[in-house]
Protein backbone atom coordinates (compact mmCIF):
# COMPACT_ATOMS: atom_id res chain seq x y z
CA UNK A 1 0.00 0.00 0.00
CA UNK A 2 1.31 3.72 -0.77
CA UNK A 3 2.71 4.99 1.97
CA UNK A 4 0.68 8.35 1.28
CA UNK A 5 -2.57 6.17 0.96
CA UNK A 6 -2.21 4.71 4.36
CA UNK A 7 -1.24 8.02 6.27
CA UNK A 8 -4.10 9.25 4.71
CA UNK A 9 -6.18 6.26 5.94
CA UNK A 10 -4.89 6.57 9.68
CA UNK A 11 -5.52 9.90 9.64
CA UNK A 12 -9.13 10.27 8.80
CA UNK A 13 -10.16 6.98 10.90
CA UNK A 14 -10.93 4.86 7.89
CA UNK A 15 -8.10 2.22 7.68
CA UNK A 16 -10.41 -0.19 9.34
CA UNK A 17 -13.08 0.20 6.62
CA UNK A 18 -10.96 0.06 3.83
CA UNK A 19 -9.27 -3.33 5.24
CA UNK A 20 -12.82 -4.48 5.34
CA UNK A 21 -13.01 -4.57 9.05
CA UNK A 22 -16.24 -5.25 10.68
CA UNK A 23 -16.54 -4.29 14.55
CA UNK A 24 -18.01 -6.48 17.07
CA UNK A 25 -20.05 -6.05 20.09
CA UNK A 26 -17.74 -5.67 22.89
CA UNK A 27 -20.48 -6.90 25.00
CA UNK A 28 -21.99 -10.29 22.99
CA UNK A 29 -19.88 -10.07 19.83
CA UNK A 30 -22.70 -9.39 17.48
CA UNK A 31 -22.14 -7.50 14.53
CA UNK A 32 -22.11 -3.51 15.04
CA UNK A 33 -23.98 -0.95 12.76
CA UNK A 34 -22.87 2.52 12.19
CA UNK A 35 -25.26 4.75 13.36
CA UNK A 36 -26.51 7.70 11.41
CA UNK A 37 -27.83 10.66 12.87
CA UNK A 38 -29.91 13.59 11.28
CA UNK A 39 -32.75 13.17 8.45
CA UNK A 40 -32.71 10.22 7.28
CA UNK A 41 -32.75 10.08 3.30
CA UNK A 42 -34.57 7.32 1.64
CA UNK A 43 -31.55 5.66 1.10
CA UNK A 44 -30.72 5.62 4.18
CA UNK A 45 -33.90 4.39 4.98
CA UNK A 46 -34.16 1.69 3.11
CA UNK A 47 -30.27 0.78 4.77
CA UNK A 48 -32.20 0.98 8.35
CA UNK A 49 -35.06 -1.85 7.09
CA UNK A 50 -32.31 -4.46 5.88
CA UNK A 51 -30.18 -3.93 9.26
CA UNK A 52 -27.24 -1.94 7.32
CA UNK A 53 -27.15 0.52 9.63
CA UNK A 54 -28.91 2.43 12.84
CA UNK A 55 -31.00 5.66 12.89
CA UNK A 56 -29.61 7.25 15.73
CA UNK A 57 -32.35 10.41 15.64
CA UNK A 58 -32.46 13.76 14.09
CA UNK A 59 -30.54 15.78 16.74
CA UNK A 60 -27.03 15.46 17.21
CA UNK A 61 -25.96 16.46 20.67
CA UNK A 62 -22.60 16.89 21.24
CA UNK A 63 -19.13 14.92 19.49
CA UNK A 64 -19.04 12.32 22.01
CA UNK A 65 -22.34 10.06 20.79
CA UNK A 66 -22.55 7.08 19.87
CA UNK A 67 -21.21 5.90 16.90
CA UNK A 68 -22.17 1.72 16.88
CA UNK A 69 -25.04 0.22 18.01
CA UNK A 70 -25.77 -3.69 18.15
CA UNK A 71 -28.83 -5.01 17.72
CA UNK A 72 -28.77 -8.24 19.47
CA UNK A 73 -27.78 -6.20 22.99
CA UNK A 74 -29.44 -3.27 22.01
CA UNK A 75 -26.22 -1.12 23.21
CA UNK A 76 -24.73 1.64 21.60
CA UNK A 77 -21.10 2.73 21.92
CA UNK A 78 -18.54 5.34 21.14
CA UNK A 79 -15.73 4.83 18.50
CA UNK A 80 -13.29 3.61 21.03
CA UNK A 81 -14.62 0.12 21.66
CA UNK A 82 -11.96 -0.86 23.67
CA UNK A 83 -13.17 1.36 26.76
CA UNK A 84 -16.37 -1.10 26.84
CA UNK A 85 -14.08 -4.45 27.07
CA UNK A 86 -14.25 -4.54 30.57
CA UNK A 87 -17.29 -3.14 31.02
CA UNK A 88 -19.75 -5.22 32.91
CA UNK A 89 -22.76 -7.06 31.00
CA UNK A 90 -26.10 -5.23 31.65
CA UNK A 91 -28.35 -5.87 29.13
CA UNK A 92 -29.54 -9.60 30.20
CA UNK A 93 -31.60 -8.21 33.22
CA UNK A 94 -33.55 -5.66 31.09
CA UNK A 95 -36.36 -8.10 30.79
CA UNK A 96 -36.50 -8.96 34.52
CA UNK A 97 -37.42 -5.09 35.17
Known amino acids: MNDNLFDYLVATD ?3 EFLGYEPKCPNCGGK ?4 VYGMPSLEIMEQAKR ?4 LGGCCVFEDNDPEY ?3 TCR ?3 IKDLTEYIEEENN ?3 EDDE
Open 14 to 16: ELD
Open 32 to 35: LLKI
Open 51 to 54: GEVF
Open 69 to 71: HCN
Open 75 to 77: RSY
Open 91 to 93: WEN
